[in-house]
Nanobody, 121 residues
């Protein structure tokens, strides 16, 4: 019913930039918080950044000043601008959305399929 589809991952050299996008589609009545998480090999999934419907943001300490989250509510899309990338940013990046699919439903969390980001020379 609700799908989140990420795009924009790839291979980039240290110091480079990438922009991730995540579009929500399907039966959507309202979207609350949207966010990006990542999971590196052998590690647990961790929060990268989140943004509320009112554009309040929160970031992991490790990405502050380098990664920027934003959203376009008209397009049900959240973005992650990634600058000054480091090898330790290498991970699968997942989009998350707290979404209400109808007036009569409650809030549910949805996840995208993930997109690989590799930072390497």
């Amino acid at each position: 019913q609700v799908q989140l589809v990420e795009s924009g991952g790839g291979l980039v050299q240290p110091g480079g930039s990438l922009r991730l996008s995540c579009a929500a589609s399907g039966s959507i009545f309202s979207i609350n918080v949207m966010g990006w998480y990542r999971q590196a090999p052998g590690k647990q999934r961790e929060l990268v950044a989140v943004i509320t419907s009112g554009d309040s943001t929160n970031y992991a300490d490790s990405v502050k000043g380098r990664l920027t989250i934003s959203r376009d509510n008209a397009k049900n899309t959240v973005y992650l601008q990634m600058n000054s990338l480091r090898p330790e940013d290498t991970a699968v990046y997942y989009c998350n959305g707290n979404i209400r699919s109808s007036y009569f439903s409650g809030w549910s969390d949805y996840w995208g399929q993930g997109t690989q980001v590799t930072v390497s020379s």
